[in-house]
Structures are given as C-alpha cells and as structure tokens.
T-cell receptor, first 117, second 110 residues
Framework: EAQVTQNPRYLITVTGKKLTVTCSQNMNHEYMSWYRQDPGLGLRQIYYSMNVEVTDKGDVPEGYKVSRKEKRNFPLILESPSPNQTSLYFC????????????????FGEGSRLTVL | LAKTTQPISMDSYEGQEVNITCSHNNIATNDYITWYQQFPSQGPRFIIQGYKTKVTNEVASLFIPADRKSSTLSLPRVSLSDTAVYYCLVGDIWDDKIIFGKGTRLHILP
C-alpha cells in the first residue's frame, strides 16, 4: 500500500531534549516536505527536499533540522525543543519534481502530535 | 506563488451542493489550482486539480473562469462526512515551496 509513515504519532517531551520524528514513503517520490499545523494558523511549511541531499527552508524553519540521505526517508530533528514547538506535524511526499505533467498530488502522513513541556 | 483568499468558514446542509470559491488574482501563466481536504487530526488529502475551464472527478468539480483569477470547488450533495477544512493552493507543478493557507472550514448540518 502506498503510504507516508511518521513516527512517533504522539510524543510528550521536555524542553531541550533532542528528538527526531521519522518520515518514510514507499512511493519513490523525489519531493518530501514537513509541515506544522497550529490552531488558527493553518499548515506552515518547515523544510522541503527536492531529492536526495537537496533540502531547503520553508516558511518556519527556525529550531528544526532535516536530512535527506535516502530517497524514502526525511527525518525532522528538533535539537533543543521548546514549548513553542508544541504542534501537530505532517510529513508529505510528491512526484512533483519528476517532470510528469500529471504530478501535483501531495501524499500526507497521519501526523505526529508533539508536546514540549 | 500566488496568494489565495478563501472564506474562513461555511455552513451547509446534507444533500445540498456546496461551492467554495478561492480568489487568486495574481495567478501566473504556469500555475495550477489544487484543492485539498483535511479531516481533524488527519493529513490533508488531494481532491482535485485543474488549469482552466472545468475538471470533474468522482468527488468534486472544479470550475475555473477564463481569466483564472478565481476558482470554485463544487461538492455535490454533501453529507455529514464532508465536514472538513478545504484548502485552495495555486502554483506551478515545478514549485518547490508549497504553501497552504488557512483554508475554509466547512460544516455540514443534518
């Protein structure tokens, strides 16, 4: 089954304790992205990646890191989490970068709800 | 990337046709219009995409006038399960930054 898998789905942590949210897709998509969603603010893009070893900042990258060492994985790293990073996080992937005219659909994971105390 | 403007919220009743309009005055020649649906605590789900005129699939229709400065997502005969947030996105399929706005919160009443 084609899917984007995020882990963990739920996490409560404390300020300053490094954590990683993993994201894996099995669709051979080149494009991957992380979003955070907060009440009243909609979905905001954190980082995105056009392909392996190619990453770039979205609208709200502060406090986050990413890496894209393999095509299928795009982990989100919070080196020193703070309470303002409490949010619902979504990973997404797409064939956008493949050059196919029919591309344009983003596939989302089920979300990771993070609470930083 | 073209900025989009949608109503913040809408209410409708089961069985009705619902039309959600998105304004995108600065749409560029290469931009496509894409709509997503999001249920609470789930990731957004692709509904439909179009470039001009009308596109229809098993879920919805997308109407785009000739000037492409707006678009209308049409949901036929909605049910309670169509209660969700609907996002309109405008961009080139080569866009690397994909921006979601705040969407339209659609509430279907019995």
């Amino acid at each position: 089954e084609a899917q984007v898998t995020q882990n963990p789905r739920y996490l409560i942590t404390v300020t300053g304790k490094k954590l990683t949210v993993t994201c894996s897709q099995n669709m051979n998509h080149e494009y991957m992205s992380w979003y955070r969603q907060d009440p009243g603010l909609g979905l905001r893009q954190i980082y995105y990646s056009m392909n392996v070893e190619v990453t770039d900042k979205g609208d709200v990258p502060e406090g986050y890191k990413v890496s894209r060492k393999e095509k299928r994985n795009f982990p989100l790293i919070l080196e020193s989490p703070s309470p303002n990073q409490t949010s619902l996080y979504f990973c997404a992937s797409s064939l956008l970068a493949s050059g196919r005219a029919s591309a344009g659909e983003l596939f989302f994971g089920e979300g990771s709800r993070l609470t930083v105390l | 990337l073209a900025k989009t403007t949608q109503p913040i919220s809408m209410d409708s009743y089961e069985g009705q046709e619902v039309n959600i309009t998105c304004s995108h005055n600065n749409i560029a020649t290469n931009d496509y219009i894409t709509w997503y649906q999001q249920f609470p605590s789930q990731g957004p789900r692709f509904i439909i995409q179009g470039y001009k005129t009308k596109v229809t699939n098993e879920v919805a229709s997308l109407f785009i006038p000739a000037d492409r400065k707006s678009s209308t997502l049409s949901l036929p005969r909605v049910s309670l399960s169509d209660t969700a947030v609907y996002y309109c996105l405008v961009g080139d399929i080569w866009d690397d930054k994909i921006i979601f706005g705040k969407g339209t919160r659609l509430h279907i009443l019995p």
